[in-house]
């Protein structure tokens, strides 16, 4: 079980509470913030995280998927695809297809900052 993070911060319910996750979700969400985070940006450990800044051609979704993949290999059983890419403004939205055992589920990600 872990803290559910909403909009890049620890979400909060209506009387002041942490919202918690768990499962599938927790999952997910642990796949989606070692996409996002820089590889070795994190203070506490510089393993997590990923390069998809580095990949510089975003209509190469089969080299985007290697380096989203790479930064899972520590997480079991979990395959993401890259199902689309675009860039808005400074970001890039990346489509993913996240598999783990026998679920599934379409999401979307932002990669800030990326140029």
């Known amino acids: 079980m872990d ?3 909403n909009n890049r911060d620890i979400s909060i319910d209506s009387v002041g509470n942490y919202e918690m996750t768990d499962g599938f979700e927790e999952i997910i969400q642990q ?7 820089p590889k070795g940006k994190f203070i506490y450990d510089r393993e997590l995280g990923s390069y998809c800044k580095d990949c ?5 979704l089969k080299s985007i998927e290697m380096l989203v993949n ?10 993401v695809k ?4 675009e860039m808005v403004s400074k970001e890039l939205k990346l489509n993913l297809n996240i598999s783990y055992k026998e679920l599934s589920a379409d999401r979307e990600v932002i990669i800030y900052d990326y140029l």
């Open 3 to 5: 803290a559910k993070i």
């Open 31 to 37: 796949i989606i913030i070692n996409i996002t985070v």
């Open 56 to 60: 510089k051609n975003i209509d190469d």
């Open 70 to 79: 790479e930064s899972l290999f520590n997480m079991n059983d979990v395959y």
């Open 82 to 85: 890259v199902t689309g890419s």
